[in-house]
C-alpha cells in the first residue's frame, strides 16, 4: 500500500531512479545481454575472403535490423495495447516467490522490488500483496498524491481484462466512518487521517482553546473506546508489579491539574514550503492550542508500579489504541528522568478544561508532557513502559527528526538525528491577516508566544516595517513561573500609523528566558520535513487612504 508516512527511505529515490522505462524493458525483452549497446560495426575482419565477409557484414546488418524492428514492434504494442491479467492471475502473485503484484483501478503493478524498501515496512505492503490497494490507500489517504503515484507508475505491467468484472460491492469497510463529528470552523489540512486547525482569528480570542477548535492531529483512525472496559497496562520492572488500571483506578491517584500549550512540531510548515519543498501536513499558524488539563501525575502511577529513576540511561514508551491492519500502534517515548520528576508534572490526564476528553484528543486517557512536541503527547492510552531504548515506533525513530538545510531524501540518515522533544522559542501573528486592509491612524495586532522546556516569554518585538524597527508588545495572560511555563503568552501592540503610510510590513519575535529568540528566515533552519519553523512570523497588509 506504499505507506510513505513522508518520510521516503533513502534507498526509495535510488529505486525511482534505477527502475526501467518501458522503453528500456523492449530492448530488454529483445536481447539476451543486459549490457548490450549499440557499437560501431567494424568492417575489418581477419582471415577469410572478401566474398565471406560481404556476407558476415549483410548478416549483421539483417540481424540487427531484425532486434530493431522487434523493438519498435513491441514498444508500439506496449504503448498500443498493454498486457491484460484477471484478478485470479493477479491474486496468485501474492508472495516474494511468486512475485508481488497489485492493483490500482484498472492497472496492475509488480511491486515485487519495491517491498524490502517500503518506508512503511514491507509487512504493511505484504497486506495488499495480490489485490487492490484501495481498502489500505482509504486507510492512509496520504498515499493519493502526485509523487507517490509518480513512483507506483514506474511499476505497472498492464491492466485488468475489461472482462473480468469486478466485485459488485468492495467489501471493505471506511476506517474512518465512525470518527467524531468536528467544528466547522476548522480549517481541515487532512480529512483522513483528521487533521485541522483553528483559523488564526479565533485562536487566540481566548487564552485557553475552547475545545471544539482546539487543533487536531491524528495519524490513523480514532479509536471508540468504551470508558467501562478500559484498561491501561503498565507494565513494572523486573521484581516489580505491573499495573492494570481502569478509570475509576487512576481516579485514585491525586488529581492534578495544570495548564498547557501543545503544539506540533510540523507549525507553520507551510512557510517553509514557500521557500523550498518539503513533504508534510500543510500547516499554518494554528497548529498550536492551549487547555487546562487534569489526571494522574505519571511519577505516581510508575512510582506505583515500582520504578525507580536509574544510573543507566532509560525511557517510558508509550502505546495507544490507535492501530493500523497489522496492529501496530501509535507511539512515542520520553526519558525517564522527565517522567519520574514531580517538577516536570507529566500527566496522565482524563480531564480537559474541566471535562472527559473528547474523542478526538484522546478520551479516555492520554499522556500530557508539558514543554515537549506534541508527537509525544501519546492519545487513547493503552500501554506504558519502561525501556532501555527510546521507543521503536516509526513517529520516534523515522520521524519528528530536525536535520541541516543540506540533507535531502537521497543522503538523509534517521539514526543520525535525535528525536525532537522540547520545541524552540515561537510566536505569531493572528491579526491582521496577511493581504487584509486595515484603517488609517492606528493598527493593532495580536498574537501568541511559547518556549518549550518551561522557558517563560519575557518579551515580543513588533516591527511595521519588516524589521527596521521595533515596539514591544504588551503581555496577556497567566504570570509565568520560571521553569515551568508550560503555557504560551497571548500579546497585543496598538500603534499609532504614520500619515500617508499605504502598507506595513509587520514581523514579530519573541525572546525566552533564557534570552533564545527566533531566528529572521527559514533558510538557515529548512529541513526536508518541515519540522521546527520559528522563524520570525512576518505578515504584509494594505492601509486605506
Not at 518520510?7 to 522503453?23: E, N
Amino acid at each position: 500500500m506504499l505507506l510513505l508516512h513522508r518520510a521516503v527511505a533513502p534507498g526509495l529515490q535510488q529505486a525511482y531512479r534505477l527502475k526501467s522505462t518501458p522503453a528500456r524493458l523492449c530492448i530488454r525483452a529483445c536481447c539476451t545481454n543486459d549490457s548490450f549497446q549499440p557499437q560501431r560495426s567494424s568492417f575489418t575482419f581477419s582471415g577469410g575472403n572478401s566474398s565471406t565477409r560481404r556476407w558476415r557484414v549483410m548478416g549483421t546488418l539483417l540481424g540487427l535490423g531484425a532486434v530493431l524492428a522487434c523493438h519498435d514492434q513491441q514498444c508500439r504494442a506496449s504503448q498500443e495495447s498493454p498486457r491484460r491479467y484477471t484478478r485470479e492471475e493477479v491474486k496468485s502473485h501474492c508472495s516474494p516467490e511468486t512475485g508481488v503484484w497489485v492493483t490500482l483501478g484498472c492497472e496492475v503493478f509488480d511491486i515485487t522490488e519495491f517491498v524490502d524498501i517500503h518506508p512503511g515496512g514491507a509487512s504493511k505492503l505484504m497486506l495488499a500483496a495480490g489485490g487492490p490497494l484501495e481498502p489500505f490507500w482509504a486507510l492512509y489517504a496520504i498515499h493519493n498524491q502526485p509523487h507517490v503515484r509518480e513512483i507506483l507508475a514506474q511499476y505497472k505491467i498492464g491492466e485488468l481484462s475489461p472482462d473480468d468484472k469486478a466485485p459488485s460491492i468492495l467489501k471493505t469497510s471506511d476506517p474512518y466512518m465512525d470518527d467524531p463529528i468536528r467544528h466547522s470552523a476548522l480549517k481541515v489540512n487532512t480529512q483522513c487521517p483528521f487533521n485541522a486547525e483553528p483559523p488564526p482569528e479565533l485562536l487566540t480570542e481566548n487564552y485557553i482553546t475552547p475545545n471544539p477548535i482546539f487543533f487536531t492531529r491524528n495519524h490513523l483512525p480514532v479509536p471508540n473506546v468504551d470508558p467501562d472496559t478500559y484498561r491501561l497496562n503498565v507494565v513494572g520492572p523486573p521484581g516489580g508489579q505491573s499495573l492494570c488500571l481502569s478509570l475509576d483506578d487512576l481516579y485514585q491517584f491525586p488529581k492534578h491539574e495544570i495548564t498547557v500549550t501543545l503544539q506540533c512540531a510540523g507549525n507553520r510548515r507551510s512557510e517553509m514550503t514557500q521557500f523550498k519543498e518539503v513533504r508534510g501536513l500543510e500547516w499554518s499558524l494554528g497548529a498550536i492550542s492551549t487547555a487546562r488539563w487534569a489526571g494522574a501525575r505519571l511519577c505516581d502511577v510508575l512510582a506505583q508500579a515500582g520504578h525507580q529513576l536509574c544510573e543507566t540511561e532509560a525511557h517510558v514508551c508509550f502505546e495507544g489504541l490507535d492501530s493500523d491492519p497489522t496492529g501496530t500502534a501509535y507511539g512515542a517515548s520520553i526519558p525517564l528522568a522527565r517522567a519520574m520528576d514531580p517538577e516536570a508534572e507529566v500527566l496522565l490526564a482524563y480531564e480537559m478544561n474541566g471535562q472527559p476528553l473528547p474523542r478526538d484528543h484522546g478520551f479516555p486517557v492520554r499522556v500530557v508532557v508539558p514543554g515537549v512536541v506534541g508527537a509525544r503527547h501519546v492519545k487513547w492510552l493503552g500501554k506504558v513502559s519502561v525501556e532501555p531504548e527510546e521507543s521503536f515506533s516509526h513517529w520516534q525513530r523515522r520521524d519528528y527528526k530536525g536535520f541541516s538545510p543540506s540533507v535531502d531524501w537521497d543522503t538523509v540518515d534517521f539514526d543520525s538525528a535525535p528525536s525532537i522533544q522540547e520545541l524552540p522559542i515561537q510566536s505569531a501573528i493572528t491579526q491582521p491577516k496577511e493581504g487584509e486592509i486595515i484603517g488609517s491612524g492606528e493598527v493593532t495586532v495580536k498574537g501568541y508566544a511559547w518556549s518549550g522546556g518551561g522557558r517563560a516569554v519575557v518579551r515580543v518585538d513588533v516591527s511595521l516595517d519588516g524589521g527596521l524597527t521595533w515596539q514591544v508588545a504588551e503581555l496577556e495572560g497567566e504570570e509565568q513561573r520560571a521553569r515551568k511555563a508550560w503555557a504560551w503568552r497571548l500579546w497585543h501592540l496598538q500603534a499609532p500609523l504614520p500619515a500617508g503610510i499605504k502598507e506595513l510590513n509587520i514581523v514579530c519575535k519573541a525572546v525566552d528566558e533564557s534570552y533564545n529568540v527566533q531566528p529572521d528566515t527559514v533558510a538557515p533552519i529548512w529541513n526536508l520535513r518541515g519540522v521546527l519553523n520559528n522563524a520570525w512570523h512576518r505578515v504584509h497588509v494594505h492601509v486605506a487612504p
